[in-house]
């Protein structure tokens, strides 16, 4: 599975970005991760098909929303009211398995994109 992330950008504090992810083949759970230079990847949010499984990191929810639309192999992060720390790499991954109290575990997938710069100042 091949996973391709867009829509990063510059965006001033209390702006709001689209990210998107789009895999050549299905996964069961697609998920956005970050990184700051020097840091570990944080995981930002999941999803499973028709969205019957979220989850969100303390520090977006409210904020950022995920969403895949019809359960297709196609994800969204749509990321309002943002603010300075939001500033990472951000990537797009995609694994098997149920998602629980591990989903923000590296190691818990299989597929991951390049990576799209987001910097909000």
């Known amino acids: 599975v091949q996973l391709v992330e867009s829509g990063g950008g510059s965006v001033q504090a209390g702006g709001s970005l689209r990210l998107s992810c789009e895999a050549s083949a299905y996964a069961y759970k697609m998920a956005w991760f970050r990184r700051v230079s020097g840091k570990d990847r944080e995981g930002v949010a999941v999803?499973?098909?028709?969205?019957?499984?979220?989850h969100y990191a303390d520090s977006v929810l409210g904020r950022f929303t995920i969403t895949r639309p019809n359960g297709q192999n196609t994800i969204y992060l749509q990321m309002n009211n943002m603010k300075p720390e939001d500033t990472a790499m951000y990537y797009c991954?995609?694994?098997?398995?149920?998602?629980?109290?591990?989903?923000?575990?590296?190691?818990?997938?299989?597929?991951w994109g390049q990576g799209t710069q987001v910097t909000v100042s």
């Open positions: 999803i499973t098909p028709a969205a019957i499984d979220t």
């Open positions: 991954a995609a694994g098997w398995g149920p998602t629980g109290d591990t989903w923000q575990d590296p190691s818990q997938y299989k597929y």
